[in-house]
T-cell receptor
Framework: ETGVTQTPRHLVMGMTNKKSLKCEQH?????MYWYKQSAKKPLELMFVYSLEERVENNSVPSRFSPECPNSSHLFLHLHTLQPEDSALYLC?????????????FGPGTRLLVL | AQSVAQPEDQVNVAEGNPLTVKCTYSVSGNPYLFWYVQYPNRGLQFLLKYITGDNLVKGSYGFEAEFNKSQTSFHLKKPSALVSDSALYFC???????????FGTGTRLKVLA
């Protein structure tokens, strides 16, 4: 395993629900990322945090709300989602966000919005 | 703007044969190029990267990739494919001066026994 864990692994929610995805990294990294993976589309970067500060917000709708309370934990709060938000949500981390660094990914949360 | 292209949705190869998964890129400045692999129900796993130096980069599980600046390509290769190599492969480039990785659409590799 890569040292990045995500919970839950699977989530089914209605459009009026509120839920949260959790990511934890055990690698001592300082940068964390949320990606959305949909079928037949490239991975979409959603948010980047470096040293608990959001440094990238890639035009993501406000129904997705990230939170990074410390360098080891990253949350994605979900509310009033749409069916098209159904996807695999991947968390990743890297040492410090430098260009040559490798990202380490968690196993993902498979989200289905009904 | 930086971009990567993986022209093949799927590549089929017989076990024991050499495999190539293609990637071309477009960057301004120095390219930082990566290959990742995704097995079913798993996240992406790092295979190898090119930062600088030798054009032939060796990575995990016997994979290697050749950086070709004139053709702006970074094809992934393996001399002898295994059935267990069957997975989804992603090429990525790091966007210069930002935190963004730009991923290709992925190529599904199927190794047939």
């Amino acid at each position: 395993e890569t040292g990045v864990t995500q919970t839950p692994r699977h989530l089914v929610m209605g459009m009026t629900n509120k839920k949260s995805l959790k990511c934890e990294q055990h690698l001592g990294h300082n940068a964390m990322y949320w990606y959305k993976q949909s079928a037949k589309k490239p991975l979409e970067l959603m948010f980047v945090y470096s040293l608990e500060e959001r440094v990238e917000n890639n035009s993501v709708p406000s129904r997705f709300s990230p939170e990074c309370p410390n360098s080891s934990h990253l949350f994605l709060h979900l509310h009033t989602l749409q069916p098209e938000d159904s996807a695999l949500y991947l968390c990743a981390s890297s040492q410090g966000g430098l260009e040559q660094e490798t990202q380490y990914f968690g196993p993902g949360t498979r989200l289905l919005v009904l | 703007a930086q971009s990567v292209a993986q022209p093949e949705d799927q590549v089929n190869v017989a076990e024991g044969n050499p495999l190539t998964v293609k990637c071309t890129y477009s960057v301004s400045g120095n390219p930082y190029l990566f290959w990742y692999v995704q097995y079913p129900n798993r996240g992406l796993q790092f295979l190898l990267k090119y930062i600088t130096g030798d054009n032939l980069v060796k990575g995990s599980y016997g994979f290697e990739a050749e950086f070709n600046k004139s053709q702006t390509s970074f094809h992934l290769k393996k001399p002898s494919a295994l059935v267990s190599d069957s997975a989804l492969y992603f090429c990525a480039v790091r966007d210069t001066g930002t935190y963004k990785y730009i991923f290709g659409t992925g190529t599904r590799l199927k190794v047939l026994a």
